[in-house]
């Protein structure tokens, strides 16, 4: 009996380790096809009910085809073109149209070349198709080889360029991001545990979970049953590595503080498992809980992010409490090579934090004040986060040769041409429509649609095509689509169109965004407080307390606070960004509050143990002294790799990586090392009330007592 006990305590972790080995491998190939049904179109995100969603569907009822225009345009250097830049000006969009279509890519006939009023540019637009995908890169780099004339600048823009300058940022992206990712989490682990071969068993755990988790997530988007894109694929990775890597830390530290008391390597992880398996549950759960708040986003792309991101938390803790152990166990010892950890020796939890906590527990009246009042001085300066929105053509850092082109386009043409807005209205009283669109500042054309087109796109002219009782106009705006200016303009349009006929709808470019703006601040009115609300009840439960997990996320809520004010003065005044998205807002709280909660739960599960026995005020500052080490190891890596987000391009993904890389070392190494603590070492042991510890120590049972055993220095 004793020879097959030994035989199965070494055999089931190598299945076990075995079994994630062979399942990583064939699940390796469809974790990188998650690309393949990711969707990044902004338009099939907004909800049915947007006016922009309400009259695409309209739209084709009238036989047009939805396209994406893509502009050529020459500028002249000197301020005047030369008459024969036309004629190869026409003769460039004859080859580009010879180049759209060998590649399947336009949707319709081309303009003929327009001369701009003050003889300066010329300029052509070419109807793509939407639905390009991949392809809209390759022909818009193909037209940018094809375009240069003598005397000019060539731009190639309007919405299509934009977009596919904007996809651009998003080549690459699981290469380039688990590259810095994994990079700078294994520098923090050989700094930290000074092994070589524990950093890389964490990050394996890491790997593991990444693999696995984008595997699922792709057939779940290949279902159809959740919506991808390359940005929410993109957090997905580095959240996963990120948890999973904490996960690991919390183990394998509890494991190594095990091997000094147990003589059994596999002793030591059975305890180190039972004493790690309920905060690890905790933080993970609560996570998950937290993110899947975002499934009641009217945004399509938030509703996807909220289940691809629970289960990228969840392969993450399932990786960190199977396989992680698994190949600890069968390592033992070794694994912290070359400093082992021997049994009998002395637990060295850092004097530094023992002097923090002892700090903090004479003086927790000042630590309290000076921590809380910094972080209400910071999150003064919220209100000045600019949520309004980024022009797609501003959002690659550095710029775009796109940006630059609509730049271009608006000082000498009508910057909105080439993407008009679409007007849906009754075909009784159409006149007065049209009439009062045109009158709305910012719009300088309407025209009917009458099923030909001339010239532009958008243009036309005489009695408009009736259907089923309807008739399409097009408004022409002097601001480029992308722009607030232009959301500005629809939104003004919208109500002048309805003052004349409530039945009349705005759609197209610029009222898309207009309208995921106004949806994603919706997004935040409502997901916040029920993040809030979900996260407290599974503190209380928990903790068995209430005033605890008030506490708890009260402060992480003053962080998060602080956090997006030290982000409003970081964008405007030292980045110069400009300006950022209600979408950042609520995926960068989402993620503050859910993932900074950890923390305090690491912290505070360890403080309730230690209360059974000394009460909370010894108990929250011996918890301090022994976490302190682990916990900030861990967010360390969780801000470094969503730190990693800011070697990409795009603007959105650099504002999110800083939001959440920024909070999470605030709640490191402020919220839960000095106002927590302090806090609660001035409330007391009421701040397990209701719970028996409300009324001070106990006599812990057989386990906990277990759990008690010296583990401090």
């Given amino acids: 009996m004793p020879s097959r ?8 972790p190598a299945l076990i380790a075995i079994a994630w080995l062979v399942l990583a491998g064939p699940l390796g190939s469809f974790s990188g096809k998650l690309a393949e049904v990711s969707e990044n179109d902004s338009a099939a995100f907004l909800p049915d009910s947007a006016d922009s969603t309400r009259v695409t569907e309209l739209s084709r009822a009238f036989q047009s085809e939805r396209t994406l225009p893509v502009i050529l345009l020459w500028e002249s250097e000197d301020g005047a073109l030369d008459p024969a830049v036309q004629a190869q000006a026409q003769e460039r969009l004859d080859e580009a149209v010879g180049i759209a279509e060998e590649a399947g890519a336009l949707e319709g006939e081309p303009s003929p070349v327009i001369p701009s009023e003050d003889g300066a540019a010329v300029q052509a637009v070419l109807p793509f198709d939407p639905d390009l995908g991949d392809t809209l890169n390759e022909v818009v780099a193909d037209l940018r080889d094809l375009a240069p004339i003598d005397g000019t600048t060539a731009y190639v823009t309007g919405p299509g360029a934009i977009f596919a300058d904007f996809a651009e940022g998003f080549s690459g992206i699981d290469g380039l991001l688990l590259v810095a990712a994994f990079g700078v989490v294994l520098l923090i682990l050989l700094v930290v545990y000074r ?39 993109g957090i997905a990775s580095i959240l996963v590595v990120g948890a999973a890597t904490d996960y690991g830390l919390l183990l394998v530290a509890r494991y190594r503080e095990e091997l000094r008391r147990e003589e059994s390597k596999y002793t030591a992880m059975r305890v180190a498992l039972k004493q790690s398996w309920e ?81 903090v527990g004479r003086r927790p009246r000042p630590y309290l004040l000076a921590s809380g009042g910094a972080l209400v001085v910071l999150a003064l300066f919220l209100p000045l986060f600019d949520s309004d929105g980024i022009p797609l053509s501003e959002g690659v850092r550095g710029g775009s040769e796109s940006g630059a082109g609509q730049e271009a386009i608006a000082r000498h043409f009508d910057a909105g041409a080439a993407s008009p807005a679409i007007i849906i209205t009754p075909a009784e009283g159409w006149q007065d429509v049209a009439a009062a669109a045109a009158d709305t500042a910012g719009v300088t054309e309407v025209a009917p649609y009458t099923g030909q087109q001339a010239g532009p796109p958008g243009a036309g002219g005489g009695e408009p095509l009736e259907v089923d009782g309807l008739v399409r106009l097009e408004a022409t705006l002097d601001a480029a689509p992308d722009s607030e200016a232009a959301q500005d303009t629809v939104s003004e349009l919208r109500t002048a169109v309805r003052d004349v006929d409530p039945d009349a709808l705005v759609g197209g470019t610029s009222a898309q965004d207009l309208d995921t703006q106004e949806t994603a601040a919706r997004d935040l009115l409502v997901i916040v407080p029920l993040v809030l609300l979900v996260i407290t009840v599974v503190l209380a439960l928990l903790l068995r307390a209430i005033v605890a997990p008030i506490l708890l996320v009260a402060t992480t809520a003053l962080s998060t606070a602080a956090t997006v004010g030290v982000a409003a003065l970081a964008f405007d005044h030292l980045f110069d960004f400009p300006g950022s998205d209600p979408q950042v807002l609520l995926i960068g709280f989402v993620f503050l509050v859910a993932l900074g909660i950890d923390y305090n739960i690491f912290l505070m599960t360890r403080a309730r143990e230690e209360s059974l026995r000394h009460g909370a005020r010894d108990g929250v500052l011996r918890a301090l002294s022994v976490t302190g080490g682990v916990i900030t190891s861990a967010g360390l890596v969780l801000a470094a790799t969503f730190g990693a987000l800011t070697v990409l391009p795009l603007v959105i993904l650099i504002q999110l990586g800083f939001l959440v890389g920024f909070g999470v070392l605030l709640d490191t190494f402020v919220v839960r090392t000095l106002l927590v603590p302090a806090a609660v070492h001035l409330i007391g042991d009421k701040v397990w009330w209701p719970s028996r510890l409300a009324h001070g120590p106990t006599a812990p049972g057989p386990d906990e007592d277990r759990a008690l055993e010296p583990a401090r220095a």
């Avoid at 199977?322 to 082992?340: E, H, N, S």
């Fill in 195 to 233: 092994s070589p071969l524990l950093p890389l068993l964490v990050i394996g755990t890491a790997g593991m979970a990444l693999v696995v988790s984008l595997a699922v997530a792709y057939f779940l988007a290949k279902q159809g049953w959740i919506d991808v894109n390359g940005q929410s694929q």
């Fill in 279 to 359: 905060p690890i549950l905790a933080s993970g759960g609560t996570v998950i809980l937290g993110v899947l708040c975002l499934v009641f986003s009217d945004l399509g792309s938030n509703r996807g992010l909220g289940p691809i991101s629970a289960v990228c938390i969840a392969f993450a803790m399932l990786a960190a409490l199977t396989f992680l152990p698994a190949v600890l166990v069968l390592l033992g010892r070794a694994a912290f090579w070359p400093f082992r950890p021997k049994y009998g020796q002395e637990q060295p939890h850092g004097k530094g934090w023992e002097r923090i906590a002892t700090s």
């Fill in 5 to 12: 006990t030994r035989t199965l305590r070494w055999l089931i």
